[in-house]
């Protein structure tokens, strides 16, 4: 099984993130964050990702923080599930549609993070959480997992749909990446050698 256990601790999260990459999608995820909570559970049931979160931050202030450390816990739990990332298929991309709106994302196990963010929303908010967030997450997901990850929303007009509909489609882009390939399950997926 390819699963790790991370732990953050700052003067402003205390953050705790299992997970199984070979999973079953089972959850159990505690943020402080309804919205985000619902997310990661989205993450967990799409991507086949066994995943345990739980999170303590400075909620008083805003939810800036503990989104983007939650985001760089998994993003490091899932580098350090991988390993040196021999054996995967290493690419992914998955097309999302939710209601009116539609999203894609494709993505590189490279271990070179790159973040390319084309979403637009409506509104400054969904229910409590500052859409701008939702870019710190990934882009903090990218960074430390090591992934080369494009997010492009072509249309959408609910914010809750244009954000879930990233969310699964970047679940099932992931899953497909880290699949084991079987026909080269020893070889790392790069004329490089490493990656």
């Given at each position: 099984m390819r699963s790790a256990t991370v732990e953050r601790t700052t003067t402003e999260t205390k953050i705790a993130v299992s997970l199984n990459l070979d999973g079953t999608g089972t959850y159990d995820v505690s943020t402080g964050i309804g919205f985000l909570d619902h997310m990661l559970e989205q993450l967990s049931r799409h991507g086949l990702i066994d995943l345990t979160v739980k999170a303590e931050g400075d909620l008083h202030i805003d939810f800036h923080h503990t989104t983007e450390d939650v985001g760089l816990a998994i993003g490091t739990a899932?580098?350090?599930?991988?390993?040196?990332?021999?054996g995967?298929?290493?690419y992914g991309s998955a097309l999302a549609p939710m209601d009116e709106t539609l999203t894609r994302v494709a993505l590189d196990c490279s271990n070179r993070p790159y973040l390319?963010?084309?979403v637009d929303f409506r509104r400054d908010k969904v229910g409590t959480m500052d859409t701008e967030l939702f870019k710190e997450w990934f882009q903090a997901v990218a960074q430390t997992a090591g992934l080369t990850l494009h997010v492009?929303?072509?249309y959408g007009e609910n914010n809750h749909h244009i954000v879930e509909s990233a969310f699964?489609?970047?679940?099932r882009a992931l899953r497909q990446a880290v699949e084991i390939d079987p026909r080269r399950a020893d070889v790392v997926p790069s004329t490089k050698g490493s990656l």
């Open positions: 899932i580098a350090q599930a991988l390993g040196d990332r021999k995967i298929t290493r390319i963010w084309k492009e929303t072509f699964k489609a970047f679940a």
